[in-house]
């Protein structure tokens, strides 16, 4: 009888490791570490269109820009960028500040008729991020970045910057986008509860 038992125990416990093998549940995923990094933008020559409007239209300003480019024969230094000026819900979308610009030769001159100006920008010191995915959600890879920024110390200082390293016709949950914020050293002076308060980084929706 004890031979029956343990032959049917065994029998048993082979059909639940089959049975495991085969159905096995799924572990979820753990959330994915946030990287991020300090960085020098150097000086450089840009072509840009400054607008006021809904974030929005930075799509069709960026394509405007870049049909500009390419009709002038202007070869590109660099990845086409945007700078946002006000946070979102700071104004009204049809006041929010913001401009399209793409590297370009120290030679290359401004469009009055066109409204495409060429401007150098100053080195600015840059909190940057990489936000994979669909527009939608790029309002949390900024609120990570600001968290991330406080926590080393530093303090929002101007713009937010996004870098479009993707080409035009890339699926939505491929989109890669490197996102900044222009930053400076949280002065000794400053009280961190009432800075905390007041941050609210200007964040961009292409």
Known sequence: MSDKIAKSALVLSA????????????RPKAPEEFKAELDVLDSMT???LNRT????????????LMAWIEANKI???????AMFYNAPGGVPPESCSWAVCI????NTKPDEKSQIGVSRLPVMNV???LHTGSYDKIQATYE??????????????????????????????????????VVQPLPDSVDEEEYEEEQEPATGSS
Do not use: H
């Open 15 to 26: 059909l639940v490791v089959l049975a495991g093998c085969g159905a096995r549940t799924e």
């Open 46 to 48: 840009v072509a840009t």
């Open 53 to 64: 409007g809904p974030y929005a239209s930075v799509g069709a300003a960026m394509q405007e």
């Open 75 to 81: 070869i590109t230094t660099g990845a086409p960028f």
């Open 103 to 106: 590297p370009v030769p120290e």
């Open 127 to 129: 909190a940057f991020t």
């Open 144 to 181: 990570r970045l600001s968290d991330w920024i406080e926590d080393e110390g530093l303090m929002i200082s101007g713009p937010a910057i996004e870098f479009y390293l993707s080409p035009g016709n890339v699926a939505p949950e491929s989109i890669k986008v490197k996102v900044g914020l």
